[in-house]
């Protein structure tokens, strides 16, 4: 059974830092682009990040450049999402999901495998 866990989310002040993991189980992926999401209360799911298959070329989004890193571990199967200097717009659920390319892309209909999500709260 294939498997996206994500862990690492929580509650943090404003100015704060997070860092997201997404373990994969059941198949490797380090031959797809991998993507974080994110999905606030009444607001369309948007791409925050995303990372080639290699990890050579990565996306970010107008509102989190500078401030989220996205990285990834082949040899474990693992993504991950460090977010600095969090604001309390950027409170949502975090998704981790693997693309059916190896190459970043923004878009939610090009991702095949996705996580359950992890809870991000940011006070001000």
């Known amino acids: 059974q294939v498997q996206l866990v994500e862990s690492g989310g929580g509650l943090v002040q404003a100015g704060g830092s997070l860092r997201l993991s997404c373990a994969a189980s059941g198949r490797t992926f380090s031959s797809n682009a991998m993507g974080w999401f994110r999905q606030a209360p009444g607001k369309e799911r948007e791409c925050v990040a995303a990372i080639n298959w290699r990890g050579g070329g990565t996306y970010y989004a107008d509102s989190v450049k500078g401030r989220f890193t996205i990285s990834r571990d082949n040899a474990e199967n693992t993504v991950y999402l460090q977010m600095n200097s969090l604001k309390p717009e950027d409170t949502a659920v975090y998704y981790c999901?693997?693309?059916?390319?190896?190459?970043?892309?923004?878009?939610?209909?090009?991702?095949?495998?996705w996580g359950q999500g992890t809870q991000v709260t940011v006070s001000s």
């Open positions: 999901a693997a693309a059916l390319s190896r190459y970043a892309t923004t878009l939610p209909a090009e991702y095949n495998y």
